[in-house]
């Protein structure tokens, strides 16, 4: 799998390419700056970025303007954002923009290398990751407006929009697989989301549920 690293710190950049390198990535680009990033998928297009969110010259918010920018430039780019804060409203655009392939980590906050992998191997296959404080602040930005979801269903969702699995909601809230089911076909049905394969009406509640949340 074809993966292009957007790092500025070189001790980080040199880690990540390391890892991926050794677990079955193919690392076509590691660079460091917003500009080299959109030159690097231009030049051969991955399948998957891993970009930081503070990038030169200023350190703001780089990053996740130039991943706005190759997701516009080449629709459905998988990225998974890398980074130690949570920026707000680029954040609420990139994960709303109605597209799956999105995750976004906490530095500060990855523990486990293979849960790292498995975050970035769904989000290329087009399912999302999201980082539980990164959900927690996207849905404190406004008004939640999924009135027709029960408490039970939201905490389905949002169990989902972590990017876990049934089996691991099931064990989160003490509950069965079948029942785990149900909940997400009461949530696909509440939120007329088309009948489609399962695996885009998951992509397509979750982008729903984070869009409501910073409304």
């Known amino acids: 799998m074809r993966v292009v690293i957007v790092e500025d710190n070189v001790l980080l950049q040199e880690g990540l390419s390391l890892l991926l390198s050794t677990s079955g990535f193919e690392v076509t680009a590691a660079v460091g ?12 297009l991955p399948e998957i970025a891993v970009v930081d969110v503070r990038l030169p010259p200023t350190f703001r918010d780089e990053g996740l303007r130039a991943a706005l920018t190759a997701r516009r430039r080449f ?3 998988p990225v998974l954002v890398l980074s130690q804060y949570v920026e707000r409203t680029y954040a609420a655009e990139l994960v709303a ?16 290398v293979d849960e790292f992998l498995d975050a970035l191997r769904r989000v290329a296959a087009g399912g999302t990751a999201m980082d539980p404080q990164v959900v927690a602040q996207l849905v404190a930005a406004g008004r939640n ?3 027709r979801l ?6 389905v969702l949002a169990l989902m929009a972590e990017g876990q699995a049934n089996t691991t909601i099931a064990q989160r809230l003490v509950v069965t697989e079948r029942a785990v089911s149900k909940h997400i076909g009461n949530i696909f049905s ?18 729903t549920y984070l869009n409501a949340g910073t409304g």
């Open 75 to 77: 629709p459905g780019l």
């Open 190 to 207: 509440k939120l007329d989301l088309p009948p489609t394969d399962s695996g885009h009406r998951r992509v397509a509640a979750v982008l």
């Open 150 to 155: 029960s408490p039970r269903e939201l905490e």
């Open 33 to 44: 700056t917003a500009d080299d990033f959109l030159a690097a998928i231009a030049r051969r």
């Open 97 to 112: 923009s109605g597209q799956g392939g999105v995750g976004y980590l906490l530095k500060d906050r990855v523990s486990r």
């Open 145 to 147: 407006p999924l009135d």
